[in-house]
C-alpha cells in the first residue's frame, strides 16, 4: 500500500485494447519512474493482479469477460483503492451505474497523458490521507450520530442501525460533511470544493454521487 512519498505507486491499468495498454507502460515507464504499472486485458486477469496490491486501478468499461462495473463490485470486495473509468461512455446512466458501483471518477476516451496524470495524482494524495487517517487510528469523541446512522470520524468506520457499512474515501468524506452540519443544505459546487479541496468545473461527479 501506498504509505508515504518514498515509496513507489503501483497502478494496475485494465483494458483490452493493448495499444492503449502500451502506450501506457511506455508513458509510465520514461515520464513517471517512481511508479510501476501493472497491466491486465481481462476481467479475470484483473482480479488475478490484486494480490500486487495496487495503489490505483484504472479501468476500461468494456471488457472481453465482464463489463468494468460488475468488476468494480468484485474489486471492492477486496479493497477501497481509487478506481479510475476509462471509456468513451459518457451517458449519466453510466455514471451513476459506475460511481454506484464504487468507483472514484472517469476519465473519457480519447485522452491525454497528461490529464491521466493529474486526475492520479489527486486520488492517490485523496487516498493517502485515508490511509493515514485510518492508521491513526485512536478512540475519539468525533462520532457523529443521526437516527440509526453512525459515523466516526478518527476510526473512519461508519454504520447503520449497527451494522459496518463500506464506503470508499470520497463517499466517506462526503457524508461526514453532511453529518457535519445537519439541516444545512450545500450546494455541489460547495462539496466538490469541501471535499476535493479544488475548484468545481462541473458537477456531474457530485451529483452522480
Not at 20 to 40: C, D, E, V
Not at 111 to 132: D, G, I, P, Q
Not at 169 to 182: A, C, G, H, N, T
Request: aromatic share 6%; with cysteine; charged share 25%.
Amino acid at each position: 500500500m501506498l504509505r508515504d512519498e518514498s515509496l513507489r505507486a503501483t497502478v494496475l491499468a485494465v483494458d483490452d485494447d493493448v495499444d492503449i495498454l502500451r502506450m501506457l507502460k511506455r508513458y509510465f515507464s520514461l515520464r513517471l519512474p517512481t511508479f510501476h504499472l501493472i497491466t491486465a486485458e481481462s476481467g479475470a486477469s484483473a482480479l488475478q493482479q490484486l494480490t500486487s496490491n495496487p495503489d490505483l486501478i484504472l479501468l476500461d468499461v468494456n471488457l472481453p469477460d465482464t463489463d468494468g462495473f460488475s468488476l468494480t463490485g468484485r474489486i471492492r470486495a477486496t479493497t477501497s483503492v481509487p478506481i479510475i473509468f476509462l471509456t468513451a461512455r459518457v451517458t449519466d446512466e453510466d455514471k451513476v451505474r459506475g460511481l454506484g458501483a464504487g468507483g472514484d471518477d472517469y476519465v473519457t476516451k480519447p485522452f491525454t497523458t497528461m490529464e491521466l496524470l493529474a486526475r492520479v495524482n489527486s486520488h492517490l494524495r485523496r487516498y493517502r490521507k485515508y490511509l493515514e487517517a485510518v492508521d491513526g487510528r485512536q478512540s475519539s469523541d468525533k462520532i457523529y450520530c443521526i437516527g440509526g446512522l453512525e459515523l466516526n470520524e478518527e476510526t473512519v468506520e461508519v454504520s447503520v442501525d449497527g451494522n459496518p457499512v463500506k464506503l470508499t474515501p470520497i463517499e466517506f468524506k462526503i457524508l461526514l460533511l453532511l453529518m457535519k452540519s445537519p439541516g444545512r443544505v450545500f450546494s455541489a459546487e460547495e462539496i466538490y470544493e469541501r471535499v476535493w479541496n479544488e475548484q468545481a468545473i462541473n458537477t456531474d461527479t457530485i451529483m452522480v454521487h
